[in-house]
């Protein structure tokens, strides 16, 4: 986490006026999708809000460093008076940052921005020059507002020369020397103040206009620097290869997903090793989370409704057996074999109907053995032929009869000895 100071923002705002403000951060991703490594694995924090009022913030806003392709989205609005500064920033390190120090960039590209920072560094010298001029305007004479207008533009053109210095990655040094050349004078500002009391200013291209209490304006004078020299081109990024193998041979900047989490290789792993926290090659870049608790248990299902009765009968067979209309579907018949059955051919069902009719079949304790003959037509599952019934005493042949809406199909449910 990095800790934003915002000391300076609230003197700029609490120079002007009372001030009710509010922070608000939102981690966002680039619009360029060529940039991203990969669209699930990232888990955003939640937007970070701080308010100020009477003098403090209801909390130091606390920032996380995010994904290569994202940024943090900030708007800090005075809610008093509308004044607002919105910026998009890279957030790099855990360390506490202040907030005029923090880093622009693209939002479409999610790359640091010349022309975001240089924007920012105008809305900055904007917003203290105007401060100072109305804070300056309270002053007794108007004398002293001459000297308090020139004490401001200094302060302001080294505040503009510190950020250059510290963005010399994006502004170059000769935009900072043109910047300071173009600078507004005091005797100038001065000037308009005699002509009107200043109470706004605004930047209209390169311009900083001043406006009197009237809303004419009374000052215009450039602010902005020439473009400055390209910077030098930046490492490499990683190359993502999806999820981990054990048989691939990976090199220094891969990433991989493994086990939840996402890793990137800093040197060459030797193939095989896994990545872990204490591997030496593999580097966290986005760990699993922890398991979230357990929810609530879920209402209970309502009832369901009773299931079909078999109707179970028990019976003698020898002869010709006509199974149906004799017995219902569906049915258990339990039969004691006294001679040879032959079984008539199974009529037909009705096509809106289907049921299982299950024979069990003994041999008798003496007597016999008996055998059983199926109709020819009768389908056997598995394209199997159908059984034959087993000799020994009190043995039983299990055979299931299904009438499938069209056809009469049969399986064998098993054979059993005693």
Same mark, same amino acid.
């Given at each position: ?64 460093? =995010? ?6 989205? *900030? ?150 620097? *020439? ?67 357990? $929810?609530?248990? $879920? ?19 020898? $002869? ?36 299982? *009719?299950?024979?069990? =079949? ?57």
């Amino acid at each position: 986490m990095s800790i934003i100071n915002l000391n300076l923002f609230t003197d700029i705002l609490g120079g002007i006026g009372e001030v009710e403000a509010r922070f608000s951060a939102t981690p966002k991703r680039a619009k360029n999708p060529a940039i991203r490594i990969s669209d699930d694995t990232v888990i955003f924090p939640s937007t970070v809000i701080s308010d100020y009022q009477n003098g403090t913030w209801s909390q130091i806003p606390e920032l996380t460093v =995010l994904p290569l392709d994202c940024y943090w989205a *900030i708007t800090v609005r005075d809610n008093l008076s509308g004044r607002s500064v919105q910026r998009n920033v890279l957030i790099s390190t855990d360390d506490s940052v202040d907030f005029e120090d923090l880093v622009d960039v693209d939002p479409g590209s999610g790359e640091p921005s010349e022309e975001a920072l240089s924007a920012w560094t105008i809305v900055l010298a904007d917003i203290e020059l105007i401060g100072a001029a109305v804070e300056a305007d309270r002053i007794s004479t108007l004398g002293y507002l001459n000297d308090t207008i020139a004490a401001a533009l200094e302060i302001e053109n080294s505040k503009v020369a510190a950020a250059s210095s510290a963005s010399n990655a994006l502004i170059s040094k000769q935009n900072a020397e043109t910047s300071a050349s173009t600078a507004v004078s005091a005797s100038e500002v001065a000037e308009a103040a005699r002509s009107g009391m200043l109470v706004s200013g605004a930047v209209s291209g390169n311009d900083l206009v001043l406006y009197n209490l009237d809303g004419d304006e009374v000052f215009r004078g450039n602010v902005r620097g *020439i473009q400055g020299i390209q910077g030098p081109v930046g490492p490499a990024g990683l190359t993502w290869r999806g999820n981990w193998s054990s048989s691939i041979d990976y090199i220094n900047n891969n990433a991989v997903y493994y086990d939840g989490s996402s890793w990137f290789a800093s040197g060459d792993p030797t193939i095989g090793e896994i990545p872990a926290e204490a591997s030496a090659h593999w580097v966290p870049l986005a760990i699993r989370g922890p398991v979230g608790i357990q $929810g609530p248990t $879920g209402n209970t299902g309502i009832q369901g409704l009773p299931g079909d009765l078999t109707t179970s009968v028990s019976t003698s067979w020898g $002869g010709t057996i006509t199974i149906l209309p004799s017995y219902t579907l569906p049915s258990t018949i339990r039969v004691l074999l006294t001679a040879n059955v032959i079984f008539a051919a199974l009529a037909n069902q009705a096509s809106d109907r289907s049921g299982t *009719i299950t024979l069990i =079949l003994k041999q008798p304790s003496t007597g016999g053995p008996y055998t059983v003959a199926f109709p020819s037509a009768l389908e056997w599952a598995g394209d199997a032929n159908a059984p034959s019934m087993p000799t020994a005493p009190n043995s039983e042949l299990i055979v299931h009869l299904f009438w499938t809406g069209s056809a009469w199909r049969a399986m064998v449910g098993g054979v059993f000895f005693p």
